[in-house]
């Protein structure tokens, strides 16, 4: 079988990754500065955890990101961006993880393996 | 201000940061907080999430560059992932209970020993003897030198190195900073690593370890896109643009002079966070 370059490989999801990335918050930037460019700042002074207008779905939940994107939400689209953002690395895992496997590395294929699953669990448990 | 104002000085200020970030090699979010929270009286847990976005973008931006050279050393890199994911996870619970107070002292503790490293002189470790621990996990590994050779090297304390780790990690997840200083001691004094492989490994590590607990600060809300957006492109292009400038550039006036800015900085954060006005 013809071996993948996995390290070629990674370098342009890298680079895609963070170009992708770029281009979806840009997106969402200039809506956001079209639509509310001339408003005054949101307050950002103060966070709390539990009151729930500092949690609004629309970037905050995967349903709501998605949904935001398809009737032009800036917030939406920014938020893929930076989910874009935050995937990218996570690729570059799963990557090393298949370049391991190919190697017949069993040690390292499980440590790859540990390393995605504590970042997987954390996604879904949330809080 | 305006939502637009505010924008553009943070796409300046964060291409400043991505800028220094890159040339310096700590990485976008130390300099973002301070903007974010001293200047804008921003709420540290909103900050601490621009910051993780800044380390992301920081990282992978100039990751690309690093991985096909073949300098960083996978293995040890997702060997002591584990060791920073957890302690993301665990730093991103223990940050809910902490007020804006206590975290810019942590915060400005951090930038402290960051300042404080960067005088400390580099010595490229070479003939180390390697330990038994290490060899097993297969973490001896070589780096291309100019010549186009290839330079083998061993390394040791693995269980210290990893210990370090895990607190670096756990620092990540409440600061959202890649605690790049915490992985150079790691790497660097404790398990010997050449000085260009540690510092390309902890690149790749910093990535990881700020999206351990990213995928938790996007769902609590601490990653607001109105900032976001801008953090995000702004950081992104000032470390391309510094990944340029590293080629030309004598970096280590630079260093001591940001250094020197990072030891104000902290002495800002620490007072106001010990007197309790944020």
């Known amino acids: ?127 | 201000m305006s939502i637009l104002l505010f924008t553009l000085i943070m796409l300046a200020a964060a291409y400043g940061a991505g800028l220094l970030g890159s040339l310096t090699g700590l990485g976008g979010g130390v300099v973002v907080i301070p903007v974010l929270t001293l200047c804008f009286g921003v709420d540290f847990h909103y900050a601490v999430g621009a910051a993780l976005v800044a380390s992301i973008a920081t990282s992978s931006g100039s990751g690309s560059a690093y991985v096909k050279e073949g300098i960083t050393n996978i293995r040890l890199g997702m060997f002591l992932e584990i060791a920073t994911a957890i302690g993301a996870v665990v730093g991103a619970i223990v940050a809910v209970y902490l007020n804006n107070n206590v975290i810019a002292i942590i915060f400005g503790c951090v930038l402290i020993l960051t300042g404080t490293m960067q005088f400390v002189k580099k010595q490229d470790h070479t003939g180390i003897k390697g330990s038994e621990a290490a060899r097993r996990l297969k973490l001896f590994g070589t780096w291309p030198q100019k010549d186009g050779s290839k330079q083998y090297y061993e390394l040791k304390n693995v269980a210290s190195g990893f210990s370090v780790m895990s607190i670096a990690g756990m620092l990540s997840g409440i600061l959202g900073i890649g605690s790049g200083v915490l992985k150079v001691i790691a790497m660097d004094n404790l398990m010997k690593v050449p000085f260009k492989v540690s510092t390309t490994t902890s690149n790749f590590m910093i990535g990881v370890t700020a999206c351990a607990s990213a995928v938790v600060y996007i769902q609590r809300g601490n990653i607001v896109p109105g900032i976001a957006c801008p953090v995000m492109i702004g950081v992104l292009f000032g470390a391309l643009t510094g990944a340029r400038l590293l080629k030309y550039l004598n970096v280590s006036l630079l260093r001591k002079i940001f250094a020197f800015a990072v030891f104000l900085v902290a002495a800002n954060m620490i007072y106001m966070g010990v007197t309790g006005q944020f």
């Open chain 1, 1 to 127: 079988m013809q071996k993948i370059d996995l390290q070629q490989l990674i370098g342009n999801t890298l680079r895609w990754g963070v170009t992708i990335a770029c281009i979806i918050a840009a997106i969402g930037g200039v809506i956001y500065l079209v639509q509310h460019g001339s408003e005054p700042m949101p307050d950002y002074t103060t966070f709390s955890y539990t009151d729930p207008a500092c949690h609004p779905a629309d970037y905050t939940t995967v349903d709501g990101i998605f949904s935001g994107i398809f009737s032009m939400n800036a917030r939406s689209w920014i938020q893929l961006g930076v989910v874009a953002l935050i995937l990218t690395p996570v690729m570059r895992v799963i990557l090393s993880f298949f370049d391991f496997i190919q190697e017949r590395d069993w040690l390292y294929s499980l440590i790859s393996a540990i390393v995605l699953s504590i970042i997987i669990s954390n996604s879904i448990k949330g809080f």
